[in-house]
């Protein structure tokens, strides 16, 4: 049990009064007593709650079909693991499926309750892990999706980000120091130019930045801070600048802050512990509303929240770099590209909504062992990536029958189509959004034409796991009315910006009704994108 949970006083919400009389990590140890139970016989709150702990989500509009998430840091798997989770998901027929989420990470559906000891057998020994996916807990630890192939990375993120999982979640086995959080937190590290980890919308980011006159000493403050060869130089060195505090949810939505900090690479892990002791430690926790991150630095102010974090550190943060290194548009890193690597490739395709079954994922596998490394990249766009193919295969791989349902090259509003799960899985869900998302953008492409992608996100309801504030077309479920009826229906919002200049679109049009709006979005693609009718567009032909 964490301090947090000990010193809690006054009056608790009912999260933290389960919390505080049980761990969720506790029932890592009880997962075969719960498999001989059943789901209908368990604890409804082991059930309901702290299986989450494990990566494990019951959903009562599925009731004894559970999802597992997994934790996937970089986004990156290996073809074993991904055989692995496709003999999972094949278990369990049509009730199987797995999604690409937008956080680089991948969700199981159809799990039952019964065979969870087999599957975390399976997991270990592949080296996989859903520990500390859900709840109050930090999130799969993005990064960015060509780390270690892109010719222009300032940074591979990859090794910085799996050392910050293993640090949070013991290396996979569970860290109960950090498993009683205020609320979820997201983590991302990027050392790209393009932002390919949406750093705006995680409660801590690390963006790329070089800091002039850093020496061997800080700058500002004095203080020895490294002793790498790097900061023996009087160039520029490169580190991070630390933005905080941006999250979705239902009440607020807000773009992180910078703190008016910069660190070398060899401190980041250290900051993410000291920052989460913080909020683990003095966050708010009786309103679960009000409990993220940004509401503590709200009630602090910054400046105290920046010295707290520091007396966690054990020694002052250097002040931010005057800018950071985020000056490309955001990719999507569909289609074929060269690796910095001479004569190898990395291919991202387009998988629409995210969604997989069993044999699209043995494919993928198969692909990445015969033409790749073995290897296989998720992106926060909901795609995968099969890197490392030399040129001398590439057109075999291009000819390739999964392409044929996985794009190299989609159409403008397929390829930059987002959705969360949606009604069918979710009990949080106002709307049905992956297969109306799916039909309605098909829809719109038998009746305009466009020269540019237009990237619409759906999201379900208003936690905003399809994150519509970042889109240039966000669309959040709620119930409209129609004719004096309740009926599915959609808030618009628009103006989000992604890449250089993030920033969070803002809502323009509530409750129109799902049937209703295809022609709304056909307007609106019209008037703000440059889309043609496609009848206009043959006559100018």
């Known amino acids: 049990m964490t301090d947090a949970a000990t010193t809690i006083t006054g009056s608790l919400n009912r999260f933290e009064k389960f919390k505080a009389e049980k761990d969720g990590l506790a029932v890592k140890a009880e997962i075969e007593k719960f498999a001989s139970l059943g789901w209908e016989a368990m604890d409804e709150t082991d059930r309901d709650h702290r299986l989450k702990w494990v990566g494990v989500f019951f959903r009562p509009v599925t009731p004894g079909k559970f999802m597992m998430r997994m934790r996937t840091p970089n986004g990156i798997l290996t073809s074993h693991q991904m055989r692995v989770l496709a003999e999972v998901v094949q278990r369990y027929g049509d009730d199987g499926s797995a999604d690409i989420t937008t956080r680089q990470n991948i969700q199981l559906r159809g799990i039952r309750i019964e065979d969870l000891p087999e599957i975390f057998r399976k997991f270990h020994s592949v080296g996989l892990t859903s520990v500390q996916s859900g709840m109050d807990n930090v999130r799969n630890i993005t990064g960015d999706p060509v780390a270690g192939l892109d010719a222009n990375e300032l940074f591979d993120t990859r090794e910085l980000v799996q050392q910050v999982q293993d640090m949070l979640t013991n290396k996979g086995e569970g860290n109960p120091e950090f498993t009683n959080l205020p609320r979820k937190f997201n983590i991302a590290i990027t050392g790209g130019r393009d932002n390919s980890v949406h750093a705006e919308i995680n409660d801590l980011a690390f963006v790329p930045a070089f800091k002039e006159g850093i020496g061997d000493r800080g700058l500002e403050t004095g203080k020895e801070f490294s002793r790498s060869p790097l900061a023996n130089s009087q160039s520029p060195v490169f580190g991070f600048n630390i933005l905080v505090g941006g999250f979705f949810s239902a009440k607020r939505c807000e773009a992180a802050i910078p703190l008016n900090a910069w660190v070398p690479p060899e401190d980041v892990v250290a900051v993410c512990r000291a920052v989460l002791e913080v909020f683990r430690d003095r966050g708010l926790r009786a309103n679960r509303l009000k409990s993220r991150l940004m509401w503590l630095i709200d009630e602090w102010g910054l400046e105290k929240f920046r010295s707290e974090v520091e007396q966690r550190l054990g020694k002052p943060l250097i002040s931010a770099a005057p800018k950071d290194e985020i000056d490309w548009e955001k990719r999507d890193h569909i289609g074929v590209y060269k690796q910095k690597q001479p004569g190898l490739n990395y291919v991202g395709l387009h998988v629409p909504v995210g969604r997989l079954t069993a044999e699209d994922m043995f494919e993928i596998a198969r692909l990445a062992d015969v033409y790749g490394s073995g290897e296989i990249r998720l992106t926060v766009e909901q795609n995968a990536i099969i890197p490392n193919i030399p040129d001398s295969r590439l057109a075999l791989f291009l000819a390739e029958s ?78 409209a009315r129609k004719n004096g009826k309740a009926v599915e229906g959609v808030d618009i919002y628009m103006g989000g910006k992604v890449g250089k200049d993030a920033h969070l679109g803002t809502c323009v049009q509530k409750g129109v009704p799902c049937e209703d709006l295809q022609p709304v979005l056909q307007d609106l693609l019209i008037k703000h994108f440059g889309a043609k009718p496609k009848q206009e567009a043959l006559v100018i032909h």
């Open 402 to 479: 999964l392409l044929e349902k996985f794009s190299v090259d989609p159409q403008p509003l397929a390829r930059s189509l987002v959705s969360c799960t949606g009604a069918q899985f979710c009990n949080f869900a106002l709307i049905e959004t992956k297969n109306r998302a799916l039909a309605t953008i098909k829809a719109l492409e038998e009746q305009v034409e466009l020269t540019r992608p237009v990237r619409i996100h759906w999201t379900g309801c208003p936690n905003s796991c399809g994150q519509p504030q970042v889109a240039d077309i966000g669309l959040m479920g709620t119930k």
